[in-house]
């Protein structure tokens, strides 16, 4: 992304991590199949093709989960998850894009290994190498927080305000390569706001708020539209039906 990141993990423990956090969700909420998984699935298969050859993940596994809360998460290794919640505030592909895009920036700008490094460099590293193999217990808990993942024990780590604006503006990146309209993404901001009467939703970082968000977002209007216009000249055009 730039700057110096902390990253204590090869690219190998970060995806066994995302590995085993995705399995213990799996094991703690039901999946949803049908139409709402072919219509998250169409939508994520997109953005994942344009993801990057170097970010070394060629696989997506991709799973929807019965639950209200409007939450996503992406995971190390390749790994997405969707609510059934988030699809009620995300209200078309190109919105449900925009979220998808910033889960899979975070993986992508290495965000997980910074979070779960830094927990080991200010508490005992031992213990949360043992949370990371067993992925049990409070430890487990924290860990899957940290990647991202955390929400449904109620363990909400935010990503910090630098992690979240780098997301936003790589997952903009995303959908605009992937031939979803990039604009999109400041409306389900103001939907996102709307659902949780201004104020931030608990699944994401309190830094930066909508209002700056939004902004952020058009300012980078201008590098993502020309990318849209190619993808769509490309013949990227999803037609992902909700």
């Known amino acids: 992304m730039g700057r110096n990141q902390l990253a204590f993990y090869s690219d190998d423990e970060l995806s066994q991590m995302g590995k085993q956090s995705f399995s213990q969700y799996e094991q703690e909420l039901p999946t949803v199949g049908g139409a709402q998984a072919t219509y ?10 344009a993801v990057p050859d170097s970010a070394g993940i060629s696989d997506w596994e991709v799973k929807v989960f019965k639950d209200d809360t409007a939450n996503a998460f992406a995971l190390p290794g390749g790994y997405i998850g969707v609510n059934t919640g988030l699809l009620n505030v995300a209200t078309n592909q190109d919105q449900l894009a925009a979220v998808i895009g910033h889960e899979v920036g975070h ?28 992925l049990q217990g409070a430890g487990g808990e924290q860990v899957m927080g940290l990647l991202g993942a955390g929400a449904q024990y109620g363990v909400i780590l935010p990503f910090s305000r630098k992690q979240e604006s780098e997301a936003d503006l790589v997952g903009l990146d995303l959908m605009a ?31 930066p708020s909508n209002a700056q968000r939004m902004e952020a977002l058009h300012d980078r209007l201008s590098e993502a539209e020309p990318r849209y216009e190619q993808a769509k ?9 909700a």
């Open 40 to 49: 998250v699935q169409c939508v994520a298969k997109a953005i994942t093709a």
């Open 107 to 134: 993986v992508l700008a290495h965000h997980a290994n910074e979070r779960v490094s830094t927990q080991a460099a200010t508490q005992s590293g031992l213990s949360v190498l043992q949370s990371v193999a067993g």
């Open 177 to 207: 390569d992937a031939g979803f309209d990039p604009s999109s993404s400041i409306q389900l901001w103001q939907n996102m706001s709307a659902e949780s009467q201004g104020e931030q939703p608990a699944w994401m970082s309190t830094h």
């Open 233 to 241: 000249a490309d013949g990227k055009r999803p037609n992902c039906k």
